[in-house]
C-alpha cells in the first residue's frame, strides 16, 4: 500500500508533463502513413486468399480420401457378413458329416446356434435330401429349422428353382459355399414385405473321409444344406451405420452379365458420378459377383466452415498489420496523450484497491516486521478485531505462545493457511485459517497476515464427525466406530496387551414391544436401555448399538472369561430388572449375550463378529435371558457355524448358477395308468433340487435345505426353481412337450407370502405353461401349520387349473379329519410306511388306510421310496394309483443345459 502511494507521486511530475504534452497541436498525419498502411492491407489480403485456396484444395483432398475409407470399410463389412454366413452352414454340415442328423438333433442345433441374432435377414436353415428317380436326381426338403414362417418348405423339390438348383450343383462339385441367383423365395409368398432372397448352400456327402474329385463328390452326394436369406435385410445389417446413414450404396449381382438389384439403402437418392467421390468395386463369393456402388448423398460436400478457413484470420491480420503500420507513423502525437490517461487510470486503480481491499470479508493486517506494531488494519479485521487493532501488536492476537514468537523470527518464513485461535473483539477466542509472509513495502521489511473465521466450519466438521462415529437415537457409538475400536484392541493383544472381550447383546422379544406400543415406544425404550447399560460399565469399556435391538460391548483388561463373564452378567442383570413404563403400560425385557475372548491375536474381526453373533445365538436358543461365551469344543456352536456358512454358499450358489435341477419319474401302478388320465398318457415327474459345490460334486438338499430354513433363505430357492422350471418347462424331461405334469415342492416360508399365488400366475403366463400341467407339492406339517391359509392359497391356484399333492403324508401331525378342509388332489404316502410296508402289518394297514380315505376323498394317491419290485406288487393289490421310487426311476438332470 506504502509502495502505491509513493508510485502516485513519483507519477505526478510525468502527468503535468503529458497535460502540456496533450495541449499542443499535433503535426497532421501525412499521406505516406496511409500508403503505406493501404500497401500493407493489399499484400495481407492477397497472401490470405491464396493461402485458403490451397487450405480448399487440401479440404477437398481430404473429404475424397475419408470417403474412400468409409466405402472400403462398408465393402469389407459385407465380405466379412457373406464370410461368417459361410461358417454358419459349414458348421452345420460338420455336424452331418459326423452322425446321422434326426429332426430332434436338427433344431436343437439351431436352437444353440441362434443364428438370427447375428444375421437379421435369415430365414431357415433346410436339408434337401437326394432322391434318385427316373428323371433325374431331385432334393426333397426335409428338415427345417426354425418350422414357425417356414411351413411351406416341408417338402419342396429344389429342382423347382433353377437358380437354388444351381447353387447345389455348384456347392456339389467345388465342395465350397455356393451362393444362389436372387429370386423369389417361397416363404415370403404373400407377405407385404420384399421377397427377392439367397440360398448359401454347401453339400452333404456320405460318411467316410471327405471326397478328393468331382466324380467322386458327385457319387457320394447325399443331400445339401442350405440357408436363405432375405438379401435386403443381410446386406443392410452389414453395412456399418455410418455407412447407411452418411452414403448411398447400391448392390447388384452382376455373375451373368445382367444386373440384378439386390439393395439401395435409397432409392430416390441420385449418385453424384464424379471420379473423386465413388467407389465401385466387384465382391466375389459362393461362385457370384457382387457390384458394389457407394456414393455420396446428393448434396454439395461440406468444405470448410467459415471458423476454419485461414482466409478469415489473414484478412483480419492483414488489417491489424495496416493498422500497426498507420500506429507506427503517428506514435509520437499519441505518446503524450497516452502517458497523461495512464496517469489518471494509475490513481483510479489505487482508489478502487482502496475501496475493494476494505470491503474484503478476509482480515487483512499489515504490521511492522521488527517489533509487530500493526500499521494497517481494513475493515472486516477492524469489526472482528476491535477499532483498537491499529494500537496493538501483532503476535498478541494469537493464543499460541509458540507461534507469538515465531512470528518476529526474521528466519521464519511464515505460514498458509494456519488453522489457529485468536482474540477477537473483547478477548472472545474464535478459530481462523491465517496466513503471514514477508513483504517489501516502501524499503521496510512488514508482515502480511490475511485471516478467515472458520468457527462455523469446525463446528460442522466436529458435528459431522460425531455423526459419523456415533448413533443417532441412541448417541452411542454405530457400528462402524465400534468395528474401529475392536481392530485397535486386536492390535493391542498382538503387541502384548491384556485381552479384552466382545460382548454381543440381542434383546428378547423387542419386537412385541414395538408391535404392541408402537415405534416411538421401542425408540425409547433403547434410549433408556443405552444408559442403563452405560451406567454398568467399567473405566474404559466401550457401548455401541450395532443395529436395531442389537448392542456390542467392548470390554478390556479382563484377563480370562471369568472376568468377561461378570461384566456381561451384570449387564443382563441390570436389563433383566428394569421395568419400562409406557402408556399407562409398563413392560419388562431380557436380553441374550454372546461373548469371546480377544486373547488370539491372529483372529480376524469378520471371525470375532461371527462367533460373537454365534454365541449370541446359543443364549437365545437355550432359553434367552442368559451369557453365553463362544468355545471351538461347542458341538452346537459347530453346527451352527455350519449352517451359517451354508446360508453364505446358498446366496452365493444362486449367484453363480449352482443350483440344479433334477427329476424323478412317477409311475403309474394301475392298468389304466392313472384315475385322472387315460392310458399311455405323457410322463408325470416330481422335480427334485441339487447343489453343485466348487468342487463339481453334487450335494442333496438334505445337506444345506436346514440351513436355507433357518436363516429364511427358503422363499429365495423357492422363486429360483419357480422360475427355472416354469422357464425352461418343454425341456425338463427328454420327452419334451410330451411332459404330462411335473411337481414342484413349496416350503412353508414361501407360503406366508401374500403374493406368491398372483407370483405363480403370472409366470406361468409369462411363460405359457397350461396350470394343468403343473403340481405343488406341499408337506403335512406345513399344511397343518396355517390350515386356513393354506386352503386359500390351494383354492386360489386350482381354479385356474394347478393341481396340489400333500406330500409326506403320515410323517407329522396326521389327521384325516382336516384332509376334509384341504382341497388336494394327490396324497403321498411318507416313505417310511412304504420301506416296511411288507413287513410290518401296522404300516400296511395304514397304507391301505390312507389309500381308501384318499379314493373316497377323490384324490389320486401315490407311495414314495418304492425300493424293490416286491414292494411295487404289494401297492398294486392295495389299489395304490402311482408310486415313485429307485425301483422304478432314478433321479436324472433336467433336459434343459445347465450350470
Partial sequence: ??????????????????????????????????????????????????LASQQQRRQAA?????????ASRGHAALGRQLEACGWLVRSVQTLFLASEVTPADFDHVYTNLNPRDHFPGLLALVYAHRESRTDGDHFVSTLIAPHRGNERLFG??????????????RSRDSDQPALS???????????????DGVILRLPIFTQGPRPATVTERRERLRGSLGVSFQIHRVIETALPADVRQSLHVQVSDVTDGAVLPLFDSDPEQHPRNTSANQFDRKLQYGGRVWRVMIHPVAHPPAGLRWGDSIMWPGLLASLLMALLVWSVATTRSRALDLGWRMSRQYRESEERFRALNDRLPALVLLADANDGRITYANQAARQRLGEAVCQQELPVLFADVEFRAQLLDPDHPGCSNTEVILYGLDGERFWASVSVSRVMLDAHDQLLMVASDISEQRQLTEMLSYQASHDALTE??????????VERALLG?????????????????????????????????????????????????VLARLGGDEFGVLAGSVQDEAGARLVAERLRERIDGYVFAWEQQTHTISASIGGVMLGNPTATLKDLFAQADTACYMAKESGRNRVHFYSEQDDETTRRRGEMEWANRLRWAIEEQRLQLHYQEVWPLTGEGSRGGPPGAGPRIELLLRFRDEEGRLVVPGAFLPAAERYGLMPMI???????????????????????????????ASLEEAGLAERILESLERHGVAPQRVCFEITETVAVRNLSQVARFIERLRAVGCQFALDDFGAGMSSFGYLKNLPVDII????????????????????????????????????????????????????????????LHKPEPAAFPQG
Fill in 1 to 50: 500500500m506504502g509502495f502505491l502511494l509513493g508510485a502516485s507521486k513519483d507519477f505526478d511530475g510525468f502527468s503535468a508533463a503529458a497535460q502540456d504534452g496533450a495541449g499542443t497541436q499535433a503535426p497532421p498525419w501525412s499521406a505516406a502513413a496511409w500508403i503505406w498502411s493501404l500497401l500493407a492491407l493489399t499484400l495481407g489480403v492477397a497472401l490470405s486468399l491464396l
Fill in 62 to 70: 481430404d473429404e475424397a480420401a475419408a470417403f474412400q475409407d468409409v
Fill in 156 to 169: 419342396l423339390d429344389i429342382v423347382r428353382q433353377p437358380a437354388n438348383l444351381a447353387a447345389v450343383f
Fill in 181 to 195: 441367383a436372387p429370386f423369389a423365395l417361397v416363404q415370403m409368398a404373400g407377405r407385404d414385405v420384399a421377397a
Fill in 476 to 485: 452411542l457409538y454405530n457400528r462402524r466406530e465400534f468395528e474401529r475400536r
Fill in 493 to 541: 493383544v498382538a503387541g502384548g496387551a491384556p485381552p479384552g472381550a466382545l460382548l454381543y447383546i440381542d434383546l428378547d422379544q423387542f419386537k412385541l414391544i414395538n408391535d404392541t406400543s408402537g415405534h416411538m415406544a421401542g425408540d425409547q425404550l433403547l434410549i433408556q436401555l443405552s444408559m442403563v447399560m452405560h451406567e454398568q460399565l467399567r473405566a474404559g469399556d
Fill in 718 to 748: 423357492d422363486h429360483w426353481v419357480l422360475e427355472t422350471a416354469l422357464a425352461n418347462f418343454d425341456q425338463l424331461h427328454p420327452q419334451g412337450a410330451a411332459l404330462q405334469m411335473a411337481a414342484i415342492n413349496l416350503s412353508g
Fill in 828 to 887: 403321498k404316502i411318507d416313505g417310511s410306511f412304504i420301506r416296511d410296508l411288507l413287513t410290518d402289518p401296522m404300516s400296511h394297514a395304514i397304507v391301505r388306510a390312507v389309500t381308501s380315505i384318499g379314493h373316497e376323498r377323490g384324490a389320486q394317491v401315490t407311495a414314495e421310496w418304492v425300493t424293490s419290485d416286491e414292494i411295487v406288487q404289494g401297492l398294486i393289490e392295495i389299489g395304490v394309483d402311482y408310486g415313485q421310487g429307485y425301483a
